[in-house]
């Protein structure tokens, strides 16, 4: 089995859909547990007040993300040849540059994103964007010599 059978456009946009509409549950479902853990090993106990703003944050980023996972299954199911492999491809680019920035911004104020929790799921967002990448041409016709 290749590389572009096993990258397949329409199943990772489903895949990943599913595993960030978990995910995102998941974070607005343990919201304060996230917020404790991320803040305490940088500032010590928090505060009533600290931990509430926290966990509100985590619950905004929960909500947050289910609508994209919505979008990527939908994308997944709805489109077909080159337009949903271009889709995994813009998707997988947003999703990485969007990952990469909020790690980058959230550990640099000292709210931890742990890398080793977080590489699984930057290699997920990697595979969709190959599978988009490798199929982009798939609906074009091979060109006829005049």
Known sequence: MDAKTILNPKGWLIGVGIVNILFSIINFLMAGDTATTALEAEYGALSDR???IATGYEEGWGLFGIPYGILAI?????????????????AGLAFIVTFLALVTISNGNGYEVPIPQAAPLFVLLLALTASGYLHMNDDEAPATEA
Not at 74 to 90: F, I, P, Q
Request: charged share 20%; no cysteine; aromatic share 0%.
């Open 50 to 52: 600290e931990l509430s």
């Open 74 to 90: 939908a994308s997944g199911l709805l489109l077909s040849g080159s337009d949903r492999a271009k889709m995994a491809l813009t």
